[in-house]
């Protein structure tokens, strides 16, 4: 009975980095069309998001007969609830990476040629959500409270990038829906990396069983 | 086993201790019965003498605590007894003893009393008178006697007891020592204890032998095995059906930067790649896959085939290899075809637009003359082109179908000087040469090549009022030829990047200037050939420097 519990554990494991993984694509998927400008590439992000969601549900149900059946209690309950929580902020990663792509393939966005620092921005969102899939690989406490610390620089660059585009605004000639669209976009990669500070407490959480986490 | 024997030792002596009470008691009993039944038989011949001698007067004073003695008349009628009133008594006519000495003059019998513990002993004798005398003595049974014995009894048992633990002890560590003390790890070494068990120990040791040597065996083979995985430069990995890795060579570690601890975790711990996954779930069901992975910013392909074991998969061997050179020298021939392509097409699209508006006379007859040199000129350049991919293509081929002769790198620079002079002129160039004569082994034509290609570019990248300097220096052991001009140089970011196939620092200008873009391709080549080493020096504005270092 035990040695069934050890190994749907174990497989929920595996399945939490599997989703983890499609995640780290999808958000880089986006941020490399968004880059390159390559239409093709944001095209196949919404078909991840699915794959991502279908894992969702997997998952939970996982999770969720787990609860029921095996009554786990101290770790093996923290790391259950956790992984309840996680594939939540997972599932939003991926959707918002798909909303990412939505925006460049309607209004044919390429950042490449942007003096914008949103490539940058996507970077340091996706070295987040990396680092937080990374930080409940390998039980990590260090990479995940330097995911949490890691947040303050992504904000960082979405308050300049805000900032510039306000300065954009202010010029007549230039094309207002545009520099929504951007504003948009940084927002998304904002809230990627908030999720992935998300995941980050809950990988703390699931190990050392203080849901305050970091700060 | 030490227990063992002790529970029986001491079960056989106490066994045999208790049997020996036993007998000793029975026989004991018996001569003791035998010895009071004699005693008995003299005690009543006395007493009967007594009584023939004496009347009943006999018993007046005699000593009668031990014996009852009852005379009875031939009737049977009781005459006289020591313990009982001889009127009350019944007549003892019946009794054995009594009837057997009234027909034999004696007689003896043995009864047991069944209130008391004990029997009593008979014995009668017929007197003179005919009556008869007859004594009877109480016998303890043998129980009673046992029952009078136990102190001592208790004493030998417990003694005996005692003596037979510590020996049975004793004995048993004794009988165990020599097992305990065998090596089984040597089991021939001391076998001084038991004859019976060195059948036993030779098989032990021969199977011993036998284990040591597969043992080594298999330490050999998997050192061999783990020899070549570690030294090979390709990942090796085994996972079994669920992805935990079984096994995971130096060179996978580092690829996949898995830690010292990866072995027995699931492969995606270590890297989770959706392409790897795809092929080991590719594996899982039984297919063979490929794919592409990207790791430290090379290109890896992952091979991944399914080991079949009894009809199911049983593991899955992961390889990985290096595949970036493989990809990037696919990319340089793409390139080249494409640049070629492109590089050919432009002057035919010229000749042929130039002669389609002669075909189709919309022009004047004379301007069909500038027409004719404009389709001429890139004809040449066409012809350039070619003639300047063949070179290249010969010069991929290397340097075995050359042949090196001596050749003076003045003369040759002299011979280009000269050919060049005209177009040197045509850009208001002043070409000069300076050195000594320097002689290496090398092939003219290609030497003449790297040359002029040189000089060449030093007149065309230069500006009007310039100056090209070729330099022959003759060392020791190697001679250096450099072609300086005051050209417009090269900005250092393209510096790495001018004897690539096609490039031009300066894209938009290359028509103007002309040239295929192949010049500096074929020294580098020939220089390669030669064995000499290329420097580039150049500042932009200023004028640039190639060097090149033959050795002798």
Redesign the interface.
Known sequence: MRFKFDEQLELLNEELIVMGALCEKAIATSAESLATGDLELAGGVPELASRIDRKERDIESLCLKLLLQQQPVAKDLRAISSALKMITDMKRIGDQSADIADIILTAHINAGDDALSIGDMASAAIKMVTDSIDAFVKKDIDIAEAVIDYDDIVDGYFTSIKSLLTQRFSVPENDGEYALDLLMIAKYFERIADHAVNIAQWVLFSITGNREGGN | MTKRIFRSTCFVAIAVLIACIVLIMGALYSYFSSVQMNQLHMQTALAAQGVNNEGLSYFDGLDISDYRITLVSPDGSVLYDCRADAGTMENHLKREEIQEALKNGEGESRRFSSTLSESSLYCAQKLNDGSVLRLSVAQKSIFTLVLGMSQPICVVLVVAIVLSLYLAYRLSKNIVRPLNELDLDDPLSNNDGYDELSPLLKRIDRQQKQLKRQANEMQKKQDEFTAITESMNEGLILLNPK?TIISINPAAAKLLDAGQFSKGK?I??VN???AL?EVISDAVAGKSAEKIIELHERHYQVDASPVISDGAVGGIVLLLFDVTEKEDAEQLRREFTANVSHELKTPLHSISGYAEIIKSDLISPEDIKPFASKIYSEAQRMIQLVEDIINLSHLDEGADSMSFEDCDLYLMAQDTVANLSSEADASDITVTLSGDPAVIKGVPHMLSGIIYNLCDNAIKYNRPGGKVNIDIRDLASSAILSVRDTGIGIPPEHQNRIFERFYRVDKSHSKEVGGTGLGLSIVKHAAKIHGAKVSVESTPGEGTCISLEFPK
């Open positions: 992805g699931n995606l711990t989770r790649s959706l996954q």
